[in-house]
């Protein structure tokens, strides 16, 4: 680009001055900075991050100032160059493992030796032989051997006992054949394999004259010592981008019928007595396992296959959500009948509202009811909807496991897309401050005996005429009174801000918080109300058959009672409903809607009629084929693999062959 | 890479196929999902989609295939292109609002005419002149003229009356001056401006006379027709890699004393009158801004310059997250000591422990106390902590504004690699499962009478024995009392619980629910209780001052009260406080404690040492120069400001100029 101008270089951010602001700020507070710190951390850690901090920096190779702009392989490469200078300082410098750890955290990106350093050596040095020692640990700890340990499998996360890659014992050769017999077998996500290992730690089935022994370790030769490239055999891959992690190599293996000698098995607690040909149990078969005892105590029913969409756990975070896309869906319909409704209404009172200006914050909105109405909930609207579609991304994200991280999944890059929709066009928490502004507003007027105009007027007139008296709704019984537990709920928290404002003469600051619970309280209960006229339309029940509108009062009920029992504290402290009712209407009805529901899952996301194409994502396709498009995507489309490495720290070369070039010509 | 093998291509995963589990599920529903859809999307839209999608698919540039593995500048060429045969299919096929808007959908991108399609046009079309709309909006229609909105600034987001931006009226020769004063009057987060505008519609404080009449929209040429660089006195460029929204060119924009024509404030509401070198006033200043609707109703204190820290809806998000850093750190250093005395018990106990496996899921377990207490312990700490700290690096990062969105705030890369922590090392969901399995154990041993060993079994215990009087904790008055009362609320759950299991023989997955819920509150009561006594070790008023020390209480206090609050409905339930408590500890203790600590937090957050090079934040930097670090970055690191784009959609050039390779082999 060109040259900076000098007049752009001359130029000052107006106002205070951040360092003015710090500096006022740091003046302010009397906290003993360094006692403080050196409470947390220790005069001896601190002395120990400065030092460490000094050498790092004074490396060109660790200056961090491109790493927000580079790509996939530009980062990688960077990394790869980091954790060479890193391995070499380690020697030069003499650092223990505290140094070690404070440069890591330092250079604040996972480095590609990373699961060498850790998982491969910790492997090997507990569970190997003293002979393993010698003949692995050695050239292991002196980087010869590049490691990695390979346990999960694409099919295959938390649960160790279905891992489906054999290590076949033949008492002939005394020799393992491991084998990966499905696509599913394949290793996966394993850190430091993609690109850098030559050698891996992996778990397999023992199988020793057609029985099964369980997983065991086994330290296998997968790529050329000399051209890194792999043995004949073993197909090895980086999976490709992540959502983050991305300077790390995570990788894929698989393995043909590969044969490895006696000694691969790690043998310190269990091993194959060539002579006998016989399983050598361990003394005790906790000790086995190691990193794997997690698995041991999972209860029977997490053993066999399940979907992940029986777990009442996931129906618990993806049901709700569902149903919330219908109740969204309604009421964006319903906003658009109300402002077509009123449009032309508005641009008649639109001369008198300007008029009703300059008096306290509070008073600056139009008098036009239906104008302020509308402004207000789409205010309200527009903040509750899309950060519950922002958290509603991550959440899908989370459920689908360790493959929602992965960018095959297509969900990462649409939270990060959608994410400044909860900041632009009004950010979601300033904007409750609209909805509260109104409805303080319209709380007076009511309080002065004002007939209501509005639905809005109308609650609030409703709950006061009866907050004596307190409410009885049948929310378990009667989908009405849900809905009116809503508008009660709302009515409750507005005078309650009322009587804060205008009793206690509180300031509107010290209310934000009040402001945000009382616009997100309106806004529920404008979402179940239109949710629920919507059932109630003709043209509603006239358009779907009855098995499927029945599922839609269903989804209904989720969404309030789900939304209800998660804001439960706000209902019991307005009377709204009892305790007991929270109770059931986790304990039974909650739960109840989720089991009807959840056979019908698969067809009610279908009805939203997403195309493939605009998902892009391995998990969301619509004929299931998850594990082959996400071995496609990575395997072959996948540009960090047609690179080959030169993982050896004292190597000043990083790529022997670079393909990459050749494939972006192509595209 | 070598080419995939024949043996590789032949695999498929195991057990039941994706597809046929898909065809299970959908057989399982008698949804009719064609009728939904047309419910929810018309049978228009729906054929409108088929066919928009038909004519994308078939075009090579809208090929997704790479979309995961490109970075930045590849990621904005490829947009570019898209959006230029964008916008030659619109003309082709005759596409109207509709169907882009469905073919926007599909490609699901933001493309780089975004925002000169949207709000540059709508800009022009709602608020300029007839003569305007001749002069502006037909070369703008066209394409010739690519435009953007430049409203928002570096130092002002959602405060559009403090824009810096000056348009100063020149009655000699009837022109205004545009200027930016401070390096805050930048115009960011531009859409479309960053390469590829040439004219922009400038939001700027109209000046007259040494008369300010606020924002005002003026037309402003930028870019040169031909060569498409900057016009003399314009600084613009692109901002740099955000989280998500990569294909998108947001800019900046600063003038330095740039003359424009009369013509370029648009005047279809007001307008500075020529001859009279007067202000022409609309007839209501409503119509004038759009937009801009939002701000005129913000309140009084709103307006002026206010740090964001003071505004209590940024001090409850971000003040509890500085508290729970300290919270989790006594808690780490707690559990370490634990885990140090009993190392050699647990070794000692490890054989008997093993003894007992066998029996049913729930009883798995260890019978060493301590081994599995730690156990237990430890799952549900790693579980809560690592949300709490993903979660909140996303509060943090969304409490910063629009500018948290900026790949140079650090924190979105820091979620990104943090991340996976929540899934690794045990599922942050399945391993409340082993907490709950633990508690269960514990609770039957407790219902037979046995004596308490350890401290799980010593609130269980006292549960039991005052359950029938109720509890009566002073958690506002008395800290002791404020942990008694997560103890009180974790065992009333596990009672809850255990009933549910053993009198109600309800199936293990149907209470995962409630598993969740109970360890969270195990590991709550365990955090708060770690903090207090970590508060009252000697070695930590030896080390700290008095002031501190009492610091260290409010945040032991608005941690454990904060928290209280969010899970309010669970603490009544159980009877741990009352209604009235609950209320106090939001309204007045929490909202106090707020107050108390807000003075002293940048001092907390120095005290955790963090060095500016470890965050690479723009937004955490120690001395407070966040406007000119954010500034230095997009505007001379930043490599996407090396290329000139081609704007024009009927050429088929991309880029005129790129000079982003040199700049490569310059690191």
Same mark, same amino acid.
């Given at each position: 680009m060109s040259q900076i101008p000098q007049w752009v270089r001359e130029l000052k951010p107006s106002g205070p001055q951040g360092s003015e602001l710090l500096k006022q700020e740091r003046d302010n507070s009397n906290v003993n900075v360094d006692q403080l710190a050196?409470?947390?951390?220790? %005069?001896?850690? =601190?002395? =120990?991050?400065?030092?460490?901090?000094?050498?790092?920096?004074?490396?060109?190779?660790?200056?961090?100032?491109?790493?927000?702009?580079?790509?996939?392989?530009?980062?990688?490469?960077?990394?790869?160059?980091?954790?060479?200078?890193?391995?070499?300082?380690?020697?030069?410098?003499?650092?223990g493992d505290q140094e070690r750890y404070t440069a890591n955290m330092?250079?604040?990106?996972?480095?590609?030796?990373? +699961?060498?350093?850790?998982?491969?050596?910790?492997?090997?040095?507990?569970?190997?032989?003293?002979?393993?020692?010698?003949?692995?640990?050695?050239?292991?700890?002196?980087y010869e051997y590049i490691g990695c340990y390979a346990q999960t499998e694409l099919g295959h996360g938390s649960n160790v006992r279905g891992l489906e890659t054999t290590a076949t014992w033949n008492p002939d050769d005394k020799t393992f054949t491991l084998h990966s017999p499905y696509l599913t077998s394949s290793k996966w996500w394993i850190g430091s394999l993609g690109r850098m290992a030559n050698h891996a730690a992996v778990m397999a089935q023992l199988i020793i004259a057609g029985k099964k022994y369980g997983p065991h370790p086994f330290i296998v030769h997968i790529r050329d010592m000399k051209t890194h490239q792999p043995l004949e055999g073993?197909?090895?891959?980086?999976?490709?981008?992540?959502?983050?992690?991305?300077?790390m190599d995570n990788g894929f293996l698989l393995f043909n019928n590969v044969k490895i000698p006696h000694i691969s098995m790690l043998s310190r607690f269990s091993s194959v007595d060539p002579k006998t040909n016989q399983y050598v149990r361990p003394s005790s078969p906790s000790l086995v396992y190691g990193t794997l005892t997690w698995d041991r105590d999972a209860p029977e029913w997490e053993?066999?296959?399940?979907?992940?969409?029986?777990?009442?756990?996931? &129906?618990?975070?993806?049901?709700?959500?569902?149903?919330?896309?219908?109740?969204?869906?309604?009421?964006?319909?319903?906003?658009?009948?109300?402002?077509?409704?009123?449009?032309? %209404?508005?641009?008649?009172?639109?001369?008198?509202?300007?008029?009703?200006?300059?008096?306290?914050?509070?008073?600056?909105?139009?008098s036009s009811d239906l104008l302020s109405d509308l402004h207000a909930i789409s205010c309200g609207l527009k903040s509750l909807a899309s950060s519950t579609a922002a958290e509603g991304l991550e959440v899908c994200r989370r459920a689908c496991g360790g493959h929602g991280y992965s960018s095959f999944s297509g969900i990462g890059s649409y939270y990060a897309d959608y994410l400044p929709t909860a900041t632009w066009e009004g950010d979601n928490?300033?904007?409750?401050?609209?909805?509260?502004?109104?409805l303080l507003k319209a709380a007076r007027t009511v309080l002065k005996g004002n007939e209501p105009t509005n639905d809005t007027t109308a609650i609030l007139a409703y709950f006061l005429s009866r907050q004596d008296q307190g409410a009885a709704f049948d929310i378990l019984g009667d989908d009405s009174d849900l809905v009116a537990a809503f508008a009660w709920r709302s009515a409750y928290l507005t005078f309650e801000a009322l009587k804060h404002r205008d009793e206690q003469k509180r300031s509107w600051n010290s209310l934000l918080v009040d402001f945000y619970q009382l616009s997100k309280a309106m806004s529920q209960y404008m979402i179940v109300k239109n949710f629920y006229e919507a059932l109630q339309a003709p043209s509603?029940?006239?358009?779907?058959?009855?098995?499927?509108?029945? +599922?839609?009062?269903?989804?209904?009920?989720?969404?309030?009672l789900h939304t209800l029992e998660s804001e439960a504290s706000e209902f019991y402290t307005s009377s709204a409903v009892t305790v007991r &009712?929270?109770?059931?209407?986790?304990s039974s009805a909650v739960m109840k809607l989720l089991e009807d529901i959840r056979p019908h899952a698969v067809r009610l996301v279908d009805a939203w009629d997403f195309p493939d194409w605009q998902l892009d994502s391995s998990l969301g396709r619509h004929d299931g084929k998850v594990y082959e498009d996400m071995f496609y995507r990575a395997s072959e489309l996948n540009p960090l693999n047609r690179i080959t490495v030169d993982p050896y720290p004292d190597s000043p070369t990083l790529f022997r062959k670079d393909e990459s070039k050749e494939l972006k010509s192509k595209l």
């Open positions: 050196n409470f947390l951390h220790t %005069k001896e850690g =601190r002395q =120990r991050q400065t030092r460490i901090l000094k050498v790092l920096q004074s490396e060109k190779v660790f200056d961090k100032s491109q790493n927000y702009f580079a790509g996939r392989t530009d980062r990688f490469e960077t990394a790869l160059a980091r954790a060479k200078r890193l391995r070499q300082l380690y020697v030069k410098e003499n650092w330092l250079i604040s990106e996972p480095l590609p030796y990373g +699961l060498h350093e850790s998982m491969f050596l910790i492997t090997i040095r507990d569970q190997g032989s003293p002979e393993q020692h010698q003949k692995f640990l050695k050239p292991a700890e002196n073993v197909h090895i891959g980086d999976i490709g981008p992540k959502f983050g992690y991305n300077t053993k066999g296959e399940n979907q992940v969409l029986n777990y009442t756990m996931v &129906q618990i975070r993806l049901l709700p959500l569902l149903a919330a896309t219908f109740a969204m869906h309604f009421t964006g319909k319903g906003m658009m009948a109300l402002y077509d409704a009123n449009n032309r %209404k508005i641009r008649q009172n639109k001369e008198s509202a300007n008029q009703s200006r300059g008096a306290g914050p509070e008073e600056t909105e139009s928490y300033m904007l409750t401050q609209q909805v509260a502004r109104y509603t029940s006239s358009e779907l058959d009855p098995e499927t509108l029945g +599922l839609m009062h269903k989804l209904f009920r989720l969404y309030a &009712q929270i109770q059931l209407a986790r």
